[in-house]
């Protein structure tokens, strides 16, 4: 996505006032409380319309995409996107978002989606996929956004897996993981029933190592008593 020409723009509303009588009013009219942060810029309490942030989510790059915030009835405008949005954990509704500036020349913090492509040899033969860091935060500059990492996991095997710094290649020349790089992402776990029979045999080749090493206990007598009692 260009940072020079965003393909959305939503136009956001001046909050008259705060708190949580004001905030339910604006949901209840499907618009959703937000702040506008960042730029080297004090905090700003907007609203939004909630169909313009939905129809931003559809977009490829969800809630990393790059858009132009228009204020109404003014000619402010700057880029702007997704920081932080929080959502009814019931009905769905969007309760609040975060918004941040976008400046040139500033690196943005980001979570970036994996994908998965591609049919397994390992789990062909068995084997469970276990994907385990669906997301990745990564460092980069607002013109070298793209929409997410691509796994190709055709070549997996049994017992094989891929971490965060496997994903290396295909980060922007100035971009860099903020998530720890040895991080597992995707791996091939043994079929269960293997798994299951493994531990069970190191378990019993635990216990008979245990026993070899457990020392014979041989009863004696007291000092003399062997053979009789000598005279």
Request: net charge negative; charged share 30%; hydrophobic share 40%.
């Amino acid at each position: 996505m260009s940072l020079q020409s965003p393909e959305m723009t939503i136009t956001v509303e001046l909050r008259p006032g705060r708190g949580t009588v004001e905030a339910g009013r604006m949901r209840r009219g499907g618009r959703v409380p937000a702040v506008l942060y960042g730029g080297d810029k004090p905090p700003v309490a907007i609203s939004v319309d909630e169909r313009s942030v939905k129809e931003i989510l559809k977009s490829a790059a969800g809630e990393n995409t790059i858009f132009l915030l228009k204020l109404k009835d003014s000619d402010e405008e700057r880029l702007a996107m997704i920081r932080e949005l929080q959502v009814d954990p019931i009905n769905g509704r969007f309760t609040h978002i975060d918004f941040i500036r976008i400046t040139r020349g500033h690196k943005l913090t980001v979570k970036m989606p994996v994908e998965l492509t591609g049919d397994s040899i390992g789990v062909r033969h068995g084997g469970r996929l276990d994907f385990m860091t669906r997301d990745v935060e990564i460092e980069l500059l607002p013109r070298e956004m793209f929409d997410k990492f691509v796994i190709d996991v055709s070549a997996l095997e049994i017992g094989d897996h891929l971490r965060v710094k496997d994903l290396a290649g295909q980060l922007p020349e100035n971009g860099r993981f903020v998530t720890d790089s040895e991080r597992i992402v995707v791996g091939v776990e043994a079929p269960r029933a293997v798994a299951e029979d493994e531990t069970a045999k190191a378990a019993e080749g635990a216990l008979v190592t245990a026993e070899a090493a457990e020392p014979e206990v041989i009863g004696r007598g007291k000092a003399g008593d062997e053979g009789g009692r000598g005279e």
